[in-house]
């Protein structure tokens, strides 16, 4: 499946109930006409995805969101204005027009303005909204180049909308309101400390299995074919040394220990720039020779937390 920079193919793509893949800030969706079921359902059925995890549906401006919810909040509606677009996708209650299929029957919906030029000036063509999950089948990494969709989706999809390499690397930060407070249910893009300098203390409620507010948030997302293990290097290389290892860490090279393969996600120290390069790091080890892939536990603040999150999602228990 060849990628394509063509606004207007994907549109016409899109507008014949097709599934195209398109570029965000976060990673890469695959895209579905979220007022159409029957386009909806290609999308559950070319991830291979279980119906019970409801979509994040994207709109071109803040302004479109009150065609498809029945109301807002006013902490909501602040971080709305605040990180719009970008990595942030707000849970609001979901008018009639919203199919079922989208949300998972759940009364709410997950919904953003992507931060991508060639994504919002598809959305602001289109008389529709467009839902789209992660382009990669269900329970791998998510996709942050075009490649990585055409790699792994690419015979089932009617087109790729090529917007290049993903500028933040994770999924949008998800935020609800529960007893009148901002409770995040997704860690990502977004930072906590970011959220709370615009609203104040917010809550945390992030699913460890499976939790009704956000069916989608399992355990073992994300996940390599290799066996990803997330610990302190030192004891990890001694205790799997007769394997092939690859790294993942944040600063340090461990040039000291045998590893195969390694990817120091910022050795400059930004977590905000190994935010960006983990997935594809992921992705490159699991193509690689090596046998198993350690990652180091990053720094707990910021985006350290949402990587930690991908990381332990993607480990093997
Ligand atoms: O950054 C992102 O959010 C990317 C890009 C493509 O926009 N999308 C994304 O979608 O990460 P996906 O399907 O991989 O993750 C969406 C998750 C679901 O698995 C679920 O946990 C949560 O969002 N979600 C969606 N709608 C929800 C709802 N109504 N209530 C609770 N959780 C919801
Ligand atoms: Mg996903």
New binding site residues.
């Given amino acids: 499946m060849p990628t394509h920079p063509s606004i207007s193919l994907a549109k016409s793509q899109l507008e014949a109930g097709g599934i195209v893949a398109i570029p965000t800030e976060t ?1 890469y969706g695959l895209a579905a006409n979220a007022l159409d079921p029957v386009a909806v359902a290609k999308i559950f059925e070319a991830k291979n995805r279980p119906f019970f ?1 409801p979509l994040i549906v994207h709109v071109s401006a803040i302004a479109e969101i009150e065609k498809w919810t029945l109301s807002t909040h006013p902490k909501l509606l602040l971080l709305l204005k605040v990180f719009s677009p970008g990595p942030l996708t707000v849970l609001l209650p979901k008018n009639e027009k919203i199919p079922e299929l989208v949300t998972s029957g759940l009364p709410t919906v997950g919904i953003r303005v992507p931060n991508h030029p060639l994504t919002l000036e598809l959305l602001s063509s289109l008389d529709f909204p467009l839902c789209a ?2 382009a ?1 089948p ?1 329970g791998y990494v ?1 996709p942050t180049t075009a490649q990585h969709v055409a790699d792994q989706l690419g015979d089932k999809i009617a087109g790729i909308l090529d917007g290049g390499a993903c500028s933040v690397g994770l ?1 949008s930060t998800i935020v609800g309101i529960e007893n009148e407070q901002v409770t995040v249910f997704r860690l990502g893009g977004l930072s906590i400390e970011a959220l709370e300098k615009v609203v104040g203390k917010v809550v945390v409620k992030i699913a460890q299995n499976s939790n009704p507010q956000a069916p ?1 948030m399992l355990d073992a ?2 996940a390599t074919r290799k066996p990803l293990i997330v610990g302190d290097i030192v004891s990890l290389v001694e205790k799997y040394k007769e394997e092939k290892l690859g790294l993942i860490s944040f600063e340090n090279a461990y040039q000291e220990l045998p590893f195969f393969e390694r990817k120091i996600l910022s050795p400059e120290g930004s977590l905000t720039l190994a935010a960006t390069g983990l997935f594809e790091a992921m992705r490159a080890l699991d193509q690689s020779d090596v046998s198993m892939i350690l990652a180091e536990k990053f720094p707990d603040e910021g985006l350290g937390r949402a990587i930690n999150d991908r990381l332990k999602r993607a480990s093997v228990k």
Avoid: L, R, T
Wanted: net charge negative.
């Fill in positions: 990673v995890d999950p992660s990669n269900f998510s999924e989608g997302h994300y």
